[in-house]
């Protein structure tokens, strides 16, 4: 289960909090991400063209 974290330049954002809630529902990978400045957008892509739904895992972590 992967967790996104959006909104990082609004000014009441507190991405800190909103990752531990993530862990706490149990995201084993978390990404920030902010559309207006593009932080954190080609980490996500390259981890979700790296996923094999099939194999049921995440090629970079398993070297397949």
């Known amino acids: 289960v992967i967790g996104i974290v959006t ?6 954002a507190d991405p800190d909090r909103a990752e ?12 920030r991400v902010d559309s207006l ?3 954190g957008i080609d980490e996500l892509k390259q981890f ?3 996923y ?10 398993y070297g397949k």
Do not use: M, V
């Open 7 to 12: 909104g990082l330049t609004k000014k009441n």
């Open 20 to 31: 531990r809630w993530l862990r706490l529902s149990g995201c084993k990978r978390i990404f």
């Open 37 to 39: 400045t593009g932080e």
């Open 48 to 50: 979700l063209t790296d």
């Open 52 to 61: 094999d739904p099939k194999a049921g895992f995440h090629k970079r972590f």
